[in-house]
């Protein structure tokens, strides 16, 4: 647990608080971790200031904005294609996404107290640190575990755009290591827990989800949250599916997607 806790074993602690990591002293996954942090982060001391500080502020804000972009996306799309049922699914399996990054979020916070990890800067002084005040631990990532928890959110609501919010879920990953505030283990971290959370209890979710948001569809006012007044209501022109983990279909328009 020590070696976890501090990113290297102790014979490399002296090493690391004078600003150089040794390898062959810390040794092991350890070393391997410290190691590609300061290939990533080698990179943020390569460029130039300006490209860091609009790195720091996508890997802060950036991406997570362009989450939310992905799944407003995907929640207008899902309210044209289909059936009805297709609808009421998926936007369950939308409105699933960031509930999940908020349950796997109060779950970190125990287990950042139980390793409690330092950051690696606290460590070692020779990173290039692109955003300052993070006091907290370190394992796992909260921005990976956000980021990976609504993308497999989105994943499952609309396997197109679901895509694409993966690939957003990753450069995050990647810009937390190249920022200087997270070892690459606290990313793979965040990413298993984020992925966890939303598959595993995504059955619940929609249970109880999926209810709610048949309700707001036969509601007068809210029946536009749900499904578009443009959208056929004809069933010969898509598909219903199960309510549940969505299953791959295709639309009348031959695009591939999720229904739910």
Do not use: C
Not at 163 to 182: C, D, P, Q, S
Not at 187 to 200: E, Q
Request: glycine share 12%; charged share 15%; aromatic share 8%.
């Amino acid at each position: 647990m020590a070696g976890l806790a501090t990113g290297v074993s102790p014979a490399a602690s002296e090493t690391v608080s004078v600003g150089t990591v040794s390898l062959a002293e810390s040794g092991g996954a350890a070393g391997a971790d410290v190691g590609l942090l300061h290939d990533i982060n080698g990179l943020a001391k390569a460029a130039p200031p300006w490209f860091d500080r609009i790195m720091g502020f996508i890997g802060e804000y950036g991406i997570m904005l362009g989450l939310v972009v992905v799944g407003l996306w995907a929640w207008w799309s899902l309210r044209k294609r289909g059936t009805a049922e297709d609808s009421i699914a998926g936007f369950s399996a939308l409105v699933w996404a960031p509930l999940s990054a908020a349950v796997a979020l109060v779950i970190n916070i125990p287990i950042r107290g139980f390793v409690e990890r330092p950051r690696p800067f606290v460590h070692d002084k020779s990173l290039e640190v692109l955003v300052q005040g993070k006091t907290d631990y370190s394992f796992v990532s909260d921005h990976s575990t956000m980021a990976m928890a609504i993308a497999v959110g989105i994943f499952l609501a609309h396997r197109r755009l679901g895509w694409a919010a993966l690939g957003l879920a990753f450069a995050e990953g990647f810009l937390r290591i190249y920022m200087g505030v997270h070892y690459p283990t606290d990313v793979i971290g965040g990413f298993a827990l984020g992925t966890a959370v939303t598959l595993l209890l995504a059955p619940l979710a929609q249970l109880l989800l999926t209810p709610v948001t048949r309700a707001i569809a036969g509601s007068a006012k809210g029946r536009w949250m749900v499904r578009s007044k443009a959208a056929p209501e004809d069933p010969s022109t898509g598909r219903s599916a199960p309510l549940g983990i969505p299953e791959p279909r295709a639309d009348g328009t031959g695009e591939k997607g999720l229904a739910a």
